[in-house]
């Protein structure tokens, strides 16, 4: 599978925490949350606007990305078909992507999602180093 790749991405975009601050209270707070988590996956996290959603890259390569509906957050993966996902938090049919759903009041395993943000980083670095 060829990668998703944003050659614009850059290290800290202003455009996000703009983003960031027009989302309203819990789905705002639970968004910010999330793609706080992706940004300290590493120095090598890159991040744009795409599709107007905050989007996380290994340089220029996608691996994950958070969107705020009216009444939920989505924290999606662009190669989480292939994701392990032992606490089955993952939704989603499409050939490759799937995302977890967040909803102020309800509860989800935290820890277990931190374990696919990095499962998802992780395997992303391992198909740029692969070529």
């Not at 850059?10 to 983003?19: G, H, L, M, S, Y």
């Not at 988590?37 to 340089?59: I, K, Q, S, Y």
């Not at 938090?89 to 309800?106: A, D, E, N, Y």
């Amino acid at each position: 599978m060829s990668l998703f790749l944003f050659p614009t991405s850059v290290r800290r975009d202003p455009e996000i925490d703009a983003w960031m601050r027009e989302q309203p209270g819990d789905l705002g707070a639970i968004a910010q949350r999330w793609f706080t988590v992706l940004r300290n996956c590493g120095a090598d996290v890159h991040e744009l606007l795409h599709d107007r959603h905050p989007t996380a890259c290994v340089g220029p390569a996608a691996f994950a990305y958070v969107n705020a509906f009216r009444s939920h957050v989505n924290v999606g993966f662009f190669h989480g078909a292939e994701l392990a996902d032992p606490s089955q938090l993952l939704q989603g049919t499409g050939r490759f992507m799937r995302h977890v759903k967040l909803r102020p009041g309800s509860s989800v395993d935290f820890p277990a999602l931190e374990q696919l943000i990095q499962r998802a980083y992780e395997d992303i670095r391992a198909r740029l180093e692969a070529g």
